[in-house]
Structure formats: C-alpha cells, structure tokens
C-alpha cells in the first residue's frame, strides 16, 4: 500500500486479556518502529525491527509485551493480561532510515476497561 | 526524566503571522533532530529535520534552526496558515557509527492554532 495500515483503529478489551495490533509498514521499508502514545504526551519508543529482528527492544516496558516481524514485512504487537495502564494509541512507523523521516501509521487506540 | 522537552503546550498565531515553535534537550549525543505534525485520528507526519553539523534547515515555509550550544532548537512556520493547526513534535535521534535507523526520543508536543 501506499502508507503504514495498522489494525484494528480502534480496540477495547477487559483487563486481563490478550491483545494483538497489527501493522502493514511501506512496501520495501526495511526498518519498522512500534511506539505508545499516552494522552498528552509524545510518542514513546517501545521496539525497533531491522529486517526480520528485533534490533532494539529497550523500550517495552515489561514482559507482557511481545512483538514479532517473521517474514520482514507485517507486523504484530502483543499484550498480554492487559492492564488499564496499557491504555494508549499504539503508533507504528516504517522507514528506510533515519535520514527520511519515520512514516507513521495512524494508529491503534486501545482502551483497557 | 526527559531529554526532549517542549515547554509551551500551545500556541495561537494570526494568520499570515509567524509561528515560532520552541525545543530544548538535554542529551549532548542527539545528532539528528526531526519536527512531526499531527492531526486529530492521524499519525505524526514528518515536516522537516536538521543534521547537527548544519544549523539552519529550509523548506518552503518552514524552517528549523538548531543552537547546538544551548541544545535548542526551533521551528518556524512563515506565513502560518490555518491549516497549520496542529500538534507539532520536536523529535530526535543518536545516529550510530554504522548509520543504521535508530529510536526518535519525543517532546510532549505543541498545539499550534492559527487564527483566520
């Protein structure tokens, strides 16, 4: 496609349960970003793909959180045993390196209830 | 702690005005600094970034000028037009020896409203 999709744009789920967001970065992007953005605050940093691997992982926050890119293409963002906390738009971006600009998607917005 | 800090969380402009849109950080290894505009439902889109080896970056009616002394840097929007009404984000990036893609470190953002 022309842009980064992610899916779905909007998610509500019950604390405690499994959640996985989706995003389909530019075709031929070879670097892929996830970030978490909470109200009021700025885009933060949660995981970095390089390829088919996570080059940088540092910024999830704890171990319910998961992120995979298999092929080098799609990727999908894992939360386990949700916490009301966890309530954010989750914001993917793909790029071709720093030099360009990240493109963003425009977003996953999960509401923990 | 944080390392990009953007102090103002709103400003309003005339139209035709200029729009001066203020950064500060703290981390000395930032080299590469990148302004985001934002729309409601959107995601952030790149508007213009500076290398630290420069210290004025131009693109039509936005220009983004880095004070590497001070750590700061600003954008600035000539003449602003309604359509500028967004959140802008001041991002930036320690770039590795290899030039491989890295993590951008955010601001809390800007809301700019541009009067008609």
């Known amino acids: 496609g022309a842009g980064v999709s992610q899916t779905p744009s909007n998610k509500v789920t019950e604390k405690g349960k499994y959640v996985e967001l989706r995003c389909d970065p530019i075709?031929?992007?070879?670097?892929l970003y996830w970030y978490r953005q909470s109200l009021g605050q700025g885009p933060e940093f949660l995981i970095y793909?390089?390829?088919?691997?996570?080059?940088?992982d540092s910024g999830l926050p704890n171990d319910r959180f998961f992120a995979v890119r298999p092929e080098g293409s799609v990727s999908t963002l894992k939360i386990q045993r949700t916490e009301r906390g966890d309530s954010a738009v989750y914001l993917c971006?793909?790029?071709?390196?720093?030099?360009?600009?990240?493109?963003f998607g425009s977003g996953t917005r999960l509401t923990v209830v | 702690d944080q390392q990009v800090k953007q102090n103002s969380p709103s400003l309003s402009v005339q139209e035709g005005r200029i729009s001066i849109l203020n950064c500060d950080y703290t981390?000395?290894?930032?080299?590469?600094f990148l302004w985001y505009k934002k729309y409601p439902a959107e995601g952030p889109t790149f508007l213009i970034s500076?290398?630290?080896?420069?210290d004025k970056n131009e693109d039509g009616r936005f220009t983004v000028f880095l004070n590497k002394s001070a750590k700061h840097l600003s954008l600035h929007i000539v003449p602003s037009q309604p359509g500028d009404s967004a959140v802008y984000f001041c991002?930036?990036?320690?770039?590795?020896?290899?030039?491989?893609?890295?993590?951008?470190?955010f601001g809390s953002g800007t809301q700019l409203t541009v009067l008609p």
């Open positions: 971006a793909s790029s071709t390196g720093v030099g360009y600009g990240y493109t």
């Open positions: 075709s031929g992007h070879t670097a």
């Open positions: 793909f390089q390829g088919t691997g996570a080059a940088d």
């Open positions: 981390n000395s290894m930032f080299d590469y």
């Open positions: 500076i290398s630290s080896i420069k």
């Open positions: 991002a930036a990036s320690a770039v590795t020896s290899s030039g491989s893609a890295r993590q951008l470190t």
